[in-house]
């Protein structure tokens, strides 16, 4: 189960991931939650979506549930190293979730966590100096 972080209003729901964007991709979900902080959280890679966009969630309430990203009958020789090291490590499955200042880009340039260019995603932010101060 993905659960909110923080609580706040799920300003977007849509498609995460797809066989028609990588081969070796399945279909996934993503969610993004504005929260009272001013901050959106994109959780992504959901195969099931339990909010919809204009749904107010508290800290700990459900948005989702963990999909299988990586389809690993469809990753060959030509997929990137750190796919099949996954792949071999039985890591098929995994949440990423991303931070932002600002409404994140949904321009289909940046497949989440596979950003490999010279600039980042604008507004983007690192997670884990949000989540350490909370604990989490």
Known sequence: MVVAIEGGTVVRVGEAT?????????????VVVRTASGLFWKYAELAWVAVRQ????????????????????????????YIRRLVAAGRTSMLHLEVYAAPPPDDGEYLGGNWF????????????????????
């Open 54 to 81: 204009g749904d107010r969630v508290a800290a700990g309430d459900e948005i989702g549930r963990l999909g299988e990203v990586i389809d690993p009958s469809k990753v060959g020789a030509d997929a990137p190293p």
């Open 117 to 136: 260019g010279e600039g980042r995603p604008r507004g983007i932010l690192d997670p884990g100096a949000y989540l350490r101060p909370s604990g989490v």
């Open 18 to 30: 797809s066989g028609l964007i990588l081969p070796y991709w399945r279909t996934t979900s993503f």
